[in-house]
């Protein structure tokens, strides 16, 4: 007897189900609505276009590999958005409709060489690239705040000249989810419309290795060089995901060189500062430094309001003030979180066929984020710390060195800097009168004890705990 859709999406969840993890299965997959399988074309209807992108550019191998296990080789993934009550499709993907035909527009132009499929593309680099850019990510819905202020200017920078200033290579880092990879693709479309002459390429870090280990295979090292030297301006994105690999360090190396050498622009993003990179050649480290380091931490409040503001409007979403302040101030570690959040918010209004009230805000939000660590000060931080130890307050102040005055103070900053939106600037202002540098090296020895140190870690385990009491 042969499946329905609904069947056999059953069959898909569960293949997913044990690829990606609980939280991100729930936001994302369970919400979408099987319509129908016909012709070797399975159609499915999201919550909104954003779910549909996001899908399309976080699960889009996973989504392949389902389908091919479910269904077989060449059956086509279409998508239906509703939206306020309607059904449309997404850019780049047209819908059947009752009554109208089918049209697939292919997402890459076939006439340009795919850089992602190595070695066979290193053979054509004379041919038009395809430089992987993704053009939704501009400088025109990349929002500015105080945490990418920096990193926003010198990008901008860079796009007028490419290769030719001071801020070459250009090395940005932080966290995950604060906006390296969009800045990064900003840039490169920025530099690609106004430089359309120049050979524009984005790859990750991951990516490059595979490419490298498939040329070396198949004994095509040289091709794979001469491709990445005819580059003008080359993003490599996450380089920490070479750390450890020396070969493929050394071929960079080489290519870093010869492109830095005859002043082509390389951008580079890490989630650590280059000092911090262990496990990568000192060679590297230090050609790493030698342009522009900047930084791009979490985004404040003020950022985090704008950028959800709109995400609201950019999705049609009606949403009550005490709703958008509760997720503004909770949801605080990066942009990714605030996206997720929404699209969570979404999907269960939806299913559910409720409005998206306070409630159901934190229910969401609590899934996903301690909601304890907003209520939590610098001083409570201080007093619990102090207690834990056994230590009068006032001795953190002190310029003592005594190891467990010490240890009491560092650890006082290192948990101010996770559970509060303090700078490292005002934590040491509170925390015994200490400078952004102390605070720094605090919350580094503090992360590095807890990596290498067992009890360390227990220690700061309960710590922690009590500050959710």
């Given at each position: 007897?042969?499946?329905?859709?609904?069947?056999l999406?059953?069959?898909?969840?569960t293949?997913?189900?044990?690829?990606?993890?609980?939280a991100?299965?729930?936001a994302?997959?369970?919400?979408?609505?099987?319509?129908?399988?016909?012709?070797?074309k399975?159609?499915?209807?999201?919550?909104?276009?954003?779910?549909?992108?996001?899908?399309?550019?976080?699960?889009?191998?996973?989504?392949?590999?389902?389908?091919?296990?479910?269904?077989?080789?060449g059956?086509?993934?279409?998508y239906?958005?509703?939206?306020?009550?309607?059904?449309k499709?997404?850019?780049g993907?047209?819908?059947?409709?009752?009554?109208?035909?089918?049209?697939t527009?292919?997402?890459h132009?076939?006439?340009?060489?795919?850089?992602?499929?190595?070695?066979?593309?290193?053979?054509?680099a004379?041919?038009d690239?395809?430089?992987?850019?993704?053009?939704?990510?501009?400088f025109?819905n990349?929002?500015?705040?105080?945490?990418?202020?920096?990193?926003?200017?010198?990008?901008?920078?860079?796009?007028?000249?490419?290769?030719?200033?001071?801020?070459?290579?250009l090395?940005?880092?932080?966290?995950?989810?604060?906006?390296?990879?969009?800045?990064?693709?900003?840039?490169?479309?920025?530099?690609?419309?106004l430089?359309p002459?120049?050979?524009?390429?984005?790859?990750?870090a991951?990516?490059?290795?595979?490419?490298?280990?498939?040329?070396?295979?198949?004994?095509v090292?040289?091709?794979?060089?001469s491709?990445?030297?005819?580059?003008?301006?080359?993003?490599?994105?996450?380089?920490?995901?070479?750390?450890?690999?020396?070969?493929?360090?050394e071929?960079f190396?080489q290519?870093?060189?010869?492109?830095h050498?005859?002043?082509?622009?390389?951008?580079?993003?890490c989630?650590?500062?280059p000092?911090?990179?262990?496990?990568?050649?000192?060679?590297?480290?230090s050609?790493?430094?030698?342009?522009?380091?900047?930084?791009?931490?979490?985004?404040?409040?003020?950022?985090?309001?704008k950028?959800?503001?709109?995400k609201?409007?950019?999705?049609?979403l009606?949403?009550a003030?005490?709703?958008?302040?509760?997720?503004?101030?909770n949801?605080t570690?990066?942009?990714?979180?605030l996206?997720?959040?929404?699209?969570?918010?979404?999907?269960?209004?939806?299913?559910?066929?409720?409005?998206?009230?306070?409630?159901?805000?934190?229910?969401?939000?609590?899934q996903?984020?301690?909601?304890?660590?907003?209520q939590?000060?610098?001083?409570?931080?201080?007093?619990?710390v102090?207690r834990?130890?056994n230590?009068d307050?006032?001795?953190?102040?002190?310029?003592?060195?005594?190891?467990?005055?010490?240890q009491?103070?560092?650890?006082?900053?290192?948990?101010a800097?996770?559970?509060?939106?303090?700078?490292?600037?005002h934590?040491?202002?509170?925390?015994?009168?200490?400078?952004?540098?102390?605070?720094l090296?605090?919350?580094?020895?503090?992360?590095d004890?807890?990596?290498?140190?067992?009890?360390?870690?227990s220690?700061?385990e309960?710590?922690?705990?009590?500050?959710?009491?």
């Amino acid at each position: 007897m042969q499946k329905d859709s609904k069947q056999l999406w059953e069959d898909c969840l569960t293949v997913i189900r044990d690829i990606v993890p609980q939280a991100a299965f729930e936001a994302w997959f369970k919400p979408v609505i099987p319509l129908s399988y016909e012709e070797h074309k399975f159609t499915i209807q999201v919550p909104s276009q954003f779910f549909y992108e996001y899908l399309e550019e976080k699960y889009v191998s996973v989504l392949k590999m389902t389908l091919n296990r479910v269904f077989g080789e060449g059956t086509t993934l279409k998508y239906r958005v509703m939206v306020s009550g309607q059904t449309k499709a997404p850019n780049g993907y047209s819908i059947t409709y009752p009554g109208e035909e089918s049209k697939t527009i292919p997402s890459h132009t076939p006439n340009k060489v795919d850089a992602t499929k190595a070695p066979g593309a290193f053979k054509v680099a004379s041919q038009d690239l395809d430089s992987q850019l993704n053009p939704r990510y501009n400088f025109e819905n990349f929002f500015e705040g105080e945490s990418n202020k920096l990193v926003r200017a010198v990008s901008e920078k860079i796009t007028l000249d490419p290769g030719k200033t001071a801020f070459n290579p250009l090395f940005i880092y932080g966290p995950s989810g604060v906006g390296k990879t969009h800045v990064c693709h900003a840039a490169g479309v920025k530099i690609r419309d106004l430089h359309p002459e120049k050979r524009v390429l984005y790859v990750s870090a991951n990516l490059f290795r595979l490419q490298y280990t498939d040329a070396v295979r198949k004994n095509v090292t040289n091709d794979f060089l001469s491709f990445y030297q005819s580059i003008d301006v080359l993003i490599l994105d996450d380089i920490h995901e070479l750390i450890g690999l020396t070969k493929t360090q050394e071929i960079f190396f080489q290519i870093f060189n010869n492109l830095h050498q005859l002043r082509k622009q390389l951008v580079l993003t890490c989630d650590r500062a280059p000092v911090d990179l262990q496990g990568m050649e000192e060679r590297l480290i230090s050609r790493l430094k030698w342009g522009m380091t900047a930084q791009i931490e979490r985004p404040d409040l003020a950022l985090r309001k704008k950028i959800l503001r709109n995400k609201i409007n950019h999705e049609g979403l009606e949403m009550a003030e005490d709703v958008f302040e509760f997720i503004s101030e909770n949801v605080t570690e990066n942009v990714r979180d605030l996206e997720g959040i929404l699209v969570s918010l979404m999907a269960n209004s939806v299913i559910t066929n409720k409005e998206i009230d306070l409630t159901l805000a934190r229910q969401v939000i609590s899934q996903t984020v301690r909601l304890e660590k907003r209520q939590l000060t610098i001083k409570k931080i201080q007093e619990i710390v102090c207690r834990f130890f056994n230590l009068d307050e006032a001795l953190i102040q002190t310029k003592s060195r005594k190891r467990e005055i010490v240890q009491a103070r560092q650890i006082t900053m290192f948990l101010a800097k996770k559970y509060t939106e303090s700078s490292f600037a005002h934590i040491g202002k509170v925390v015994g009168g200490k400078d952004h540098a102390t605070v720094l090296h605090a919350c580094k020895t503090v992360k590095d004890q807890i990596e290498i140190s067992k009890t360390f870690r227990s220690t700061m385990e309960a710590i922690e705990g009590c500050l959710k009491q």
